[in-house]
């Protein structure tokens, strides 16, 4: 424990220190009630406000990634909660690692989706898949779509690809999958969003999991992985496989699961 402290004070970290990595802006600081910013020095001592039972950030510290958040139990229907930043945290999401016997019970289009039962899927910009199988040859009888609930109703959205004829086809998943009628729609009032292969000339369809999008633009994820690519580089040195994961599982936890080519894409820039 002596050691680990010396290597905190050493490399710039202290244990009661945190810099924010996430604010959706129902975090304040209760001494001005402004909301917390991506990149704020904090203490663990520092008194917040929940705005309401939802209300969370993120940070990172000397001990790694943690979500901070009010205890629901605690608001007694009080329209705000507070709490000191060191009595409001939660270790930050571990992604699990999949086990080889579950594996291989998916195609590989199943493993690239495979997220956590909330089906949170990534996207940073119309998400251009490289499909891996070759049994999913895509044309007008051939296809992906979306089916969700929304307000009572079932709906279908296929989804557009580019057809390659010497090599495996490109699904594309766009944000228009949200519109209804010509309208936005509110995401949180989407209800079982799932990925089907369909083959018409068959008549199957073939499910391929639980897949919700998130689009995200890359401006605002880029602050977030600077800060804790700049921090975990003092625990990890240059072990960069290890701050890829870190990484990776802070967005997995805020915003969804991103697939290797975008980590991949982030990751470069963030180091340019």
Do not use: W
């Amino acid at each position: 424990m002596h050691l680990f402290l010396l290597l905190c004070l050493f490399f710039g970290f202290s244990e009661d220190t945190y810099y924010v990595t996430f604010s959706n802006q129902s975090v304040l600081y209760a001494k001005n009630y402004q909301p917390l910013q991506t990149g704020d020095k904090i203490s663990g001592e520092e008194e917040l406000v929940f705005k309401n039972q939802a209300a969370f950030a993120g940070v990172v510290g000397a001990k790694g990634r943690f979500r901070i958040s009010g205890t629901k139990s605690k608001f007694h229907h009080t329209a705000e909660y507070k709490s000191k930043l060191k009595d409001a945290l939660t270790v930050g999401l571990v992604v699990k690692n999949i086990s080889e016997e579950e594996l291989n019970t998916r195609s590989a289009l199943q493993r690239h989706f495979m997220t956590d039962s909330s089906g949170l899927y990534l996207c940073t910009q119309p998400e251009k898949i490289a499909l891996p199988d070759v049994a999913y040859r895509l044309s007008s009888k051939h296809y992906f779509f979306m089916k969700y609930s929304y307000r009572s109703k079932t709906i279908s959205v296929k989804l557009p690809a580019i057809i390659h004829p010497e090599q495996n086809d490109t699904l594309i998943i766009d944000p228009d999958i949200y519109l209804y009628e010509g309208k936005p729609i509110k995401q949180e009032e989407i209800r079982d969003m799932r990925l089907y292969f369909q083959d018409d000339v068959k008549r199957q369809t073939t499910p391929i999991g639980r897949v919700k999008p998130v689009f995200v633009k890359e401006e605002n994820l880029l602050p977030e992985l600077r800060v804790l690519y700049r921090e975990y580089k003092k625990l990890y040195g240059t072990d960069q496989a290890k701050i890829k994961s870190e990484l990776g599982a802070h967005l997995s936890e805020f915003y969804g699961k991103p697939n290797e080519a975008l980590l991949e894409r982030l990751f470069q820039k963030i180091n340019q």
